[in-house]
């Protein structure tokens, strides 16, 4: 049952399947709010995502258990800044900290209400944990993280974004980029001062599903090299054993 990238490519025509059918549910019900909160709020449009992603540990051998996937199985995981943290994959065995995963989104038409937000949720989520690690609130081995995140495809999110004319001057490297620059950027340097351990980064839309991966260093293939690397060092530790 290897993960294939066929199996990738169908999770993310199955996350925008999803976000369709809970607006039309939403909007049934009169419960949806402005833009696409209402979609947003359903909280399974990533459910394909995070069975995919929970293959990997089942190939490898970890009992169902181990894998969380659902707020009843308890996806909190403890921090140094606050006492507890909801993530939206966690994989724990024998006390170990195998995996703890962050599924993100960010959409149109108006992207720019939400990009600020996504990138502080990513930051202090792993600041928070990893400094939990240092006070020993992980046992045994160090926590391994990652981040899996699908920006909206469109002429918004493509579009160079002006930066504003602060007291002091944004980095250079800032200047005429779009959302999509902008994301790629940002998980760039997330991996680069190791605050997680492998983060994917695409770019799709219900239209056109198919995802795109715009910096090779975020894409599929490093993801999915990532996570079987953590396996195989855990295997050679005899976990799960």
Known sequence: MTVTRQDFEDAIAAYWGAKELQREQSAIKAAVGAGTAGAVRGGKHFDAIAVLLSK????AGYPP???????SQGLELPGYYRPQKQWDLVVVHKNVLVAAFEL???GGPSYGNNYNNRVEEALGSAVDLRRAALAELYPKEKPWLGYFFIMQDGEGSRR????AKGALPADEIWHNTS???RFGIFCERLMGEQLYDAACYVTSSAEN???IELVES???RHFSAAINA????????????
């Open 65 to 71: 258990e181990s894998i969380r996937v659902t707020k």
């Open 209 to 211: 599903p198919k995802p």
């Open 160 to 163: 160079p974004v002006k930066t």
């Open 230 to 241: 953590r396996l195989t060092y855990l295997k050679d530790l005899d976990i799960p054993g």
């Open 218 to 220: 975020l894409d599929w």
């Open 104 to 106: 993100k989104a960010l």
């Open 56 to 59: 990997f540990f089942l190939d």
């Open 179 to 181: 959302y999509q620059d």
